[in-house]
């Protein structure tokens, strides 16, 4: 369960306590992801994340931020997706207030020293390589600008170098006032806190808090018409990512696409799992998984593959998706595919991180926040019919969008593979 308060300036403040844990998480959500930004500021979600650790008012500098948390065993972290970006603390109980006390200077009073934004800057463009040189993370990337296009869903959350090489304080500070305002900011405690102590702490540490947003992401209205994207790339193993356009999460078959991706290949005992990397020795790694935006959505299946059967693959996933729109899937796939979200859900809510991401995440974006008797609801909801219409509508040839990194250079060959 969870309480919700808000601040009198507008600040919600949710509270998810957990019986049993002597950690506590102290999460701020802001819409303030990359899906915010246009080609003149691509990355400056990402770079002001960074930002915010460089200090404050009270700890002015990286080390003083880290050596508070480090000095009590904590974990402090932050990340940046399209919709949003987060940042935690998370502590033993009797550390709450020292967590508060940390995140709210970060968050309130960074200044963005300027020689810190020029250290940054190096930084970042070497996240930018390794990433580029992690042929697993690029796949879904490079899969996400094939199917999303020169939209902002499309876009890579570190940005343009041009952009990363030549912002500054101002911009910072822009952006922060622009998006990190109360009516676009979630205060999530989770662990072993009452909403008592939840809010004593927020209207001690986050009543600075003010402003009013000052920008919308841009709709998403039609996915990108190319089917085939080559990486050309001397590498061991050939890399791939096969999917379709989905649906958005908050659509009637969010739940439905989330179901079907674990049928496919969420699991050890899915389809993907054990007809092709068991029974066939394809692969080390393949898993079928939903990427959902307000308004868009995808499901793919990714692998890594001996590069001299790179074509087998791709035809065996793309046989699976048919087979599955064509007979539907069995009633005890169904159960076990539910019992395993809910299975999944139940450990990790023993998290006091993963608990505060899951309430704090539906209020920042969602109109209703589910609580976890109201979520297993909906997923038990799903029925056979649903699935199976969905898998129809989805799982098409003419639907279908591949990537690959790996030593091929054959578009043409590709595309007429999954076209069928």
């Known amino acids: 369960?969870?309480?919700?308060?808000?601040?009198?300036?507008?600040?919600?403040?949710?509270?998810?306590?957990?019986?049993?844990?002597?950690?506590?998480?102290?999460?701020?959500?802001?819409?303030?992801?990359?899906?915010?930004?246009?080609?003149?500021?691509?990355?400056?979600?990402?770079?002001?994340?960074?930002?915010?650790?460089k200090g404050g008012s009270k700890y002015k500098t990286t080390e003083e931020v880290s050596a508070a948390i480090d000095g009590v065993g904590g974990n402090f972290n932050a990340f940046t997706g399209k919709e949003y970006a987060g940042y935690y603390v998370k502590v033993a109980s009797e550390k709450s207030e020292l967590a508060c006390d940390v995140l709210s200077d970060m968050l309130l009073h960074a200044s963005f020293p300027v020689?810190?934004?020029?250290?940054?800057r190096g930084v970042i463009m070497e996240e930018e390589r390794m990433y580029q040189d992690t042929p697993m993370y690029r796949a879904g990337w490079d899969f996400e600008e094939l199917l999303f296009g020169d939209h902002p869903l499309g876009w890579d959350t570190i940005g343009?170098?041009?952009?990363?090489?030549?912002?500054?304080?101002?911009?910072?500070?822009?952006?922060?006032?622009?998006?990190?305002?109360?009516?676009?900011?979630?205060?999530a405690f989770a662990g072993n806190i009452d909403e008592k102590q939840s809010a004593?702490?927020?209207?001690?540490?986050?009543?600075?808090?003010?402003?009013?947003?000052?920008?919308?992401?841009?709709?998403?209205?039609?996915?990108?018409?190319?089917?085939?994207?080559?990486?050309?790339?001397?590498?061991e193993q050939a890399h791939l990512v096969l999917g379709v356009p989905g649906v958005g999460s908050i659509d009637k078959d969010h739940f439905a696409m989330k179901l079907l991706a674990v049928i496919l290949g969420g699991n050890m005992s899915s389809r993907m799992f054990l007809r092709i990397r068991e029974a066939r020795g394809l692969c080390y790694y393949i898993s079928t998984e939903t990427d959902s935006y307000l308004d868009a959505g995808a499901l793919t299946t990714r692998a890594g593959v001996d590069v001299s059967r790179l074509e087998e693959a791709v035809t065996a996933i793309r046989h699976e998706y048919l087979l599955c729109a064509k007979e539907g899937?069995?009633?005890?796939?169904?159960?076990?595919?539910?019992?395993?979200?809910?299975?999944?859900?139940?450990?990790?809510?023993?998290?006091?991180?993963?608990r505060a991401h899951f309430y704090g995440k539906q209020q920042l974006l969602y109109p209703h926040v589910r609580d976890i008797p109201e979520y297993f609801a909906e997923i038990d909801k799903v029925t056979?019919?649903?699935?199976?219409?969905?898998?129809?509508?989805?799982l098409k040839s003419e639907e279908l969008r591949l990537v690959v990194i790996g030593n091929e250079d054959n578009q043409a060959k590709f595309e007429k593979m999954i076209a069928g």
């Open 160 to 187: 343009l170098e041009s952009v990363i090489n030549s912002v500054q304080t101002a911009d910072f500070q822009r952006h922060k006032d622009e998006l990190y305002t109360p009516d676009n900011l979630v205060l």
């Open 200 to 235: 004593e702490f927020a209207e001690k540490f986050f009543t600075g808090m003010s402003g009013k947003k000052k920008g919308e992401f841009p709709a998403f209205s039609t996915f990108g018409d190319k089917r085939v994207f080559l990486r050309t790339k001397k590498t």
């Open 1 to 53: 369960m969870y309480s919700l308060k808000k601040l009198k300036s507008g600040l919600p403040v949710l509270t998810a306590s957990i019986d049993g844990t002597a950690a506590v998480t102290v999460m701020v959500f802001a819409g303030a992801g990359s899906r915010y930004e246009n080609q003149k500021n691509r990355g400056i979600s990402h770079f002001l994340e960074h930002m915010f650790f």
């Open 329 to 354: 899937v069995t009633a005890g796939e169904l159960t076990r595919a539910k019992d395993y979200v809910k299975g999944k859900i139940t450990l990790g809510m023993e998290d006091s991180e993963e």
């Open 384 to 394: 056979r019919e649903q699935i199976d219409g969905l898998a129809k509508r989805l």
């Open 115 to 120: 020689e810190e934004i020029n250290k940054e």
